[in-house]
């Protein structure tokens, strides 16, 4: 049986960077849908069940940002948000909203293409290897295979890549990782990518995690998970 093709849904109201978007997408071997609206977004998002979306911010009815809260209440399909604004307010609304990643216009259609296969590749082969792992670090409970975080009772929501970034640190207790393993670790790149999506993200552990957060600033190297007395790795054997 033949592998089933990834189907990105882009949604951009400008026609002619749709249709290139599509193009560049169709070529690389994925399905393509089109959205130019944000209400249509919606839509098919909820029809399509894409692999990707590739979101616009400035759209004609819904921005983008609003577009992505709703998708994120039920849905955790990675998002990848264009921006034509290349101000770093926009960028991080869009990452604190649950966006995986950004790309500022104009941008080369092949580093879109390149990004989307990194969010990809990353989105589910790991998942299914740590799928019966939990880590316990202090007040902190993650288990893997079901995406959930708690801290003692209370589940934390957390974004995709809050999740990705969080369990990276913490598997790797004892070792400070830079910004630039994390962008390659938790977000596929292997090329120099802008940091600040990094920072941003350990901002909205942060706040979410409160006083249960181990990340620790170091400075000018990147980030560490503070030690806890009852840290442990587990691996279901059910």
Not at 184 to 202: K, L
Request: glycine share 6%; proline share 4%.
């Amino acid at each position: 049986m033949a592998a089933t093709v990834p189907t990105i849904l882009v949604v951009e109201d400008e026609s002619s960077i749709a249709s290139f978007v599509a193009l560049y997408l169709k070529n690389a071997g994925y399905a393509v849908k089109t959205a130019s609206t944000g209400n249509e977004a919606l839509t098919q998002a909820s029809a399509v069940n894409p692999a990707l979306i590739v979101l616009d911010l400035m759209l004609p009815d819904i921005d983008g940002i609003e577009v992505c809260k709703r998708i994120r209440q039920s849905s955790d399909v990675p998002i990848l948000m264009l921006t034509a604004r290349d101000e770093d307010v926009d960028k991080i609304i869009g990452l604190e909203v649950g966006a995986d990643d950004y790309l500022t216009k104009p941008f080369n259609p092949r580093e879109l293409v390149a990004r989307i296969k990194s969010i990809l590749r990353r989105a589910t082969p790991e998942r299914r290897e740590r799928e019966s792992e939990t880590i316990r670090h202090g007040d902190l409970h993650v288990d893997a295979g079901r995406r959930e975080v708690h801290v003692g009772e209370e589940e934390i929501q957390l974004a995709p890549k809050e999740f990705d970034l969080l369990w990276e640190l913490l598997d790797h207790r004892g070792l400070v990782l830079t910004r630039d393993q994390l962008l390659e670790r938790v977000w596929g790149y292997t090329f120099a990518g802008d940091t600040r999506t990094v920072d941003v993200h350990v901002r909205q552990l942060r706040r979410k995690l409160g006083d249960a957060s181990p990340i620790v600033t170091v400075w000018g190297v990147g980030y560490k998970v503070a030690p806890a007395k009852d840290a442990r790795k587990e691996t279901s054997r059910t």
